[in-house]
């Protein structure tokens, strides 16, 4: 049984690898799978495939990971045609997604084609960017150059000759050069700001700054770094300056063309609010004013002090001047003192009172609490109590 089952197996491995695994021609159009009437070709996988991120095609790249694709493509469609079965094509929670991605392509379709792709970055504007930012197109001073690299002076130095001598620099940096990171290329390097290294070599800041002083094509006089001797032929030397123009403008035009497009898009957008009469209620979502009245009764009414609170807070901000507003400043200190024990924020409300509303007839009242909040209640004693006569 197990024998059989390895047969199956390798079988089913090498139909994947006959099927899927390059076919070419006619081979493309062959039936890979089936689900009912739908069927799949080796042409089907493959564009499958291709929608696909390229991390995630690498995982089926195999001729056995193009046999799994094909099975999760059966499937994908054996639920498909079951959910339609069942009644699910019409079902309110898949129409109203299917409308939502309709409505989010075709908006998306729409700016694209439309909007952002008719807008262009005026010329005088890329040249007045290019001028007002000059700083963010400097560049330093560059060179590239081809070197050997050796263990002592004395190869430094007879590497020099062999060149001198017309043999190509190239051919001697492959030949003799102890740098891994430049001796296939024939000890050519990359091109080297001033006071970068060249740390495959482990070439000093100072070292890339005294090539400088040489010239182009001129072969140096064995130079020695951290990591040994060179000689050095400089290949290119660029002085420090602005980036030109044409170098940039196709950067300057990517960080404008978002803001022009974004102007046009409102643009557009009044002109379509016009067009298709749109209309806000201005009105909509404001937050209803309550009276006087109904918040001092509301206020009265809630059990909870900081529902009391809340509401007779919004009284003194609605109707600072209102009938209540000093009665409503008391019962917020007389609240926190009483029922909050924060004595502190009481004392505050208090004070506020005696200084917003000096001639309410709660003065006093609050003026005793401020002194007397907090205290004991003195106990209660029989002799103060007189005997009528």
């Known amino acids: 049984m197990v024998k059989r089952i390895l047969l199956i197996t390798a079988v089913g491995v090498i139909m994947a690898t006959l099927l899927l695994g390059g076919c070419g021609g006619k081979g493309r159009d062959k039936v890979v799978g089936r689900v009912g009437s739908v069927e799949f070709t080796v042409a089907d996988v493959d564009r499958r495939l291709a929608e696909l991120p390229p991390h995630v095609q690498q995982q089926f790249a195999s001729p056995e990971g193009k046999r799994d694709f094909l099975d999760r493509l059966v499937e994908e469609e054996v639920m498909f045609q079951a959910a339609r079965r069942a009644g699910y094509e019409t079902h309110p929670d898949v129409t109203r997604a299917v409308e939502g991605v309709k409505r989010r392509t075709m908006i998306q379709a729409y700016y694209s084609a439309d909007i952002e792709s008719v807008v262009e970055v005026p010329e005088e504007e890329v040249v007045a960017y290019y001028e007002e930012h000059d700083e963010q197109f400097q560049m330093r001073a560059r060179v590239k150059f081809r070197h050997v690299m050796t263990n002592t002076r004395d190869e430094a130095a007879a590497a020099r000759a062999r060149v001198l ?24 390097t990359r091109p080297i700001a001033l006071g970068d290294a060249l740390l495959s070599a482990g070439m000093s800041p100072e070292f890339i700054e005294g090539l400088f002083d040489l010239k182009v094509g001129e072969v140096s006089d064995p130079l020695r770094s951290d990591k040994g001797w060179h000689i050095v032929r400089l290949e290119e030397k660029q002085e420090a300056g602005t980036k030109p123009l044409a170098d940039v403008r196709d950067q300057i035009v990517r960080s404008l063309a978002p803001i022009k497009t974004r102007e046009y898009y409102e643009v557009v957008l009044e002109d379509l609010k016009q067009k298709l009469k749109a209309s806000v209620d201005e009105e909509a979502f404001q937050p209803q004013t309550r009276s006087e009245e109904e918040l001092f009764t509301l206020a009265q009414d809630a059990e909870e002090p900081i529902k009391r609170l809340g509401y007779y807070g919004e009284l003194i901000l609605s109707y600072p001047d209102g009938e209540h507003a000093d009665e409503a400043q008391f019962m917020i200190g007389f609240i926190q003192a009483e029922e909050l024990g924060n004595y502190d924020a009481a004392r505050n409300a208090f004070e506020r009172l005696l200084e917003e509303y000096p001639d309410s007839e709660l003065k006093d009242s609050a003026n005793w609490m401020i002194e007397n909040m907090g205290k004991e209640t003195p106990p209660f004693d029989d002799s103060d109590i007189v005997a009528p006569g």
């Open 165 to 188: 001598a017309g043999e190509d620099f190239a051919s001697v940096a492959r030949d003799v050069s102890i740098d891994p990171g430049t001796r296939e290329a024939g000890g050519l």
